[in-house]
């Protein structure tokens, strides 16, 4: 047997230990650790090593003691915990502010994806010419389109208006004028709020579902 699976195994038979010590279940470390079953049974059996955000959280939910911590942290690492390790109380009460922050940046994430996403398939039914994630030099698009030889620069924000910094959006959309990426911005914000348009120092805020409103004026 390798050193590598050994060393899996070994630390699988403890976190089973403390498990079944602490009365819990591996569906409901998995839900406390917010990862799949699957990939907690895999930790359990040896089959797979966790990532150290994932350890953390293991410890937090399981060790009661500094004792039972520097065991699985020594099994972890394959070495003795350095007495600068962050106390167990330190762990617990950072643990599930990481993982919010971290979830709360996905979420973030997945909108502004959903939202482009529309952006692209309302562009290619009425087939638009668009280039996708502009790049050049410094400077960056979500969506150039090319409308009869006038470019204009979508930018996609998923969020409302209050919760935008409208002055560094109005900046930014303007230094893509002032560059020459785009002869106009648009910044497009998600279907169902409130604003319909706005115009603010010539830079124009609007929900996707008047985009073709306002590209009826390039002749789209």
């Known amino acids: 047997m390798d050193d590598k699976k050994e060393r899996r195994e070994a630390l699988g038979k403890e976190i089973r230990r403390l498990l079944k010590l602490r009365n ?48 699985l942290e020594r099994l972890y690492s394959q070495r003795e915990v350095s007495k ?24 973030q994430r997945t909108a502004e994806l959903k939202l482009k996403r529309a952006v692209a398939t309302y562009l290619q039914e009425r087939e638009i010419d668009y280039q996708a994630d502009f790049c050049r030099g410094g400077l960056s698009s979500d969506f150039l389109l090319n409308l009869g030889g006038k470019s204009i620069a979508l930018e996609c924000r998923p969020a409302t208006l209050e919760q935008l910094d409208t002055k560094t959006e109005m900046l930014l959309a303007q230094e893509l004028v002032n560059q020459g990426v785009a002869e106009e911005t648009l910044i497009i914000l998600p279907e169902g709020g409130e604003l319909h348009q706005l115009n603010l120092d010539g830079i124009e805020f609007m929900a996707l579902q008047y985009l073709g409103d306002r590209l009826s004026k390039f002749g789209v």
Not at 24 to 33: F, M, P, S, V
Not at 36 to 62: E, F, N, Q, Y
Request: proline content about 7%; hydrophobic content about 35%.
């Open 24 to 71: 819990t279940k591996g569906k409901e470390l998995a839900e406390r650790l917010g990862v799949t079953p699957m990939w907690v049974s895999k930790i359990l059996t040896g089959k797979a090593w966790p990532r150290r955000d994932t350890m953390s959280g293991i410890c937090v939910a399981l060790c009661h003691t500094d004792e039972e911590q520097n065991t």
């Open 84 to 107: 600068n390790r962050p106390p167990l109380e330190a762990l617990a009460e950072n643990y599930p502010v990481r993982k919010s922050r971290a979830m709360d940046f996905l979420k």
